[in-house]
């Protein structure tokens, strides 16, 4: 079965740190990796996302890594605030199919 | 308007009814999904429709029935449902299904006694 592996499960940050979940694929068809957040009582929302053939992008305080060798990505969130106090699930997708991971529960600590 | 819209966002149900949870968007999508998800575990896919036709059904069981009157709205009657289907139900949709980019509703919080 097709699977991504992600981690943390959980994550303390204090306010201003860096947050970074990890994430892990196995299926060399994929190609789109996005991540979303999610807050209590509400439906994921897509945060950012990349395609192979670039190794990083940015948009505000959140950056994609991606390392296509490795078959990894990494969610980084720069100068973490406590209104990012969510869960985050990467994924992976091919055509329209996502496979998501198991979430990292993130509290950022004022 | 990029919203997916679903309702109720609670329901209480018990193991002989009949339910009906819906899903609205108005973003001129062709392609609409269902999704289920438990409590602290990623959403799992259970339907996916794809210009009103069923297009993936992920081997859910009959007791949830999906519908999609047009392409706009995406039903799913429930009926005679189980204590472990209580899930938070998610419907998305996308722009057709080559594009990846799904948009999620809030969800329907169903509890099954």
């Known amino acids: 079965q097709q699977q991504v592996k992600q981690s943390p499960q959980s994550l303390i940050v204090q306010k201003g740190g860096i947050s970074i979940i990890n994430c892990a694929y196995e299926?060399?068809?994929?190609?789109?990796f996005p991540w979303y957040q999610q807050f209590p009582g509400k439906g994921p929302a897509l945060l950012i996302a990349i395609r192979p053939d670039v190794s990083e992008k940015k948009e505000g305080r959140f950056t994609i890594s991606f390392n296509k060798s490795a078959k990894q990505f990494s969610l980084h969130i720069m100068d973490s605030q406590p209104g990012d106090s969510a869960t985050y699930f990467c994924a992976a997708g091919a055509g329209n199919m996502l496979t998501f991971g198991g979430g990292t529960r993130l509290m950022v600590k004022p | 308007d990029t919203e997916v819209t679903q309702t109720p966002k609670h329901l209480v149900m018990g193991m002989t009814n009949k339910k009906s949870l819906k899903c609205e968007q108005h973003m001129g999508h062709r392609a609409m999904y269902w999704y289920k998800q438990k409590a602290k575990k990623p959403p799992e896919l259970m339907f996916v429709y794809s210009y009103e036709k069923l297009s993936i059904n992920e081997s859910v069981p009959s007791r949830f029935s999906p519908e999609c009157p047009n392409s706009s709205l995406l039903n799913l009657h429930l009926h005679a449902l189980q204590p472990e289907d209580s899930a938070l139900y998610l419907c998305?949709?996308?722009?057709?299904?080559?594009?990846?980019?799904?948009?999620f509703g809030s969800g329907t919080q169903l509890s099954v006694l």
């Open positions: 998305a949709s996308s722009q057709d299904l080559t594009n990846e980019k799904l948009f």
């Open positions: 299926n060399t068809a994929f190609d789109y």
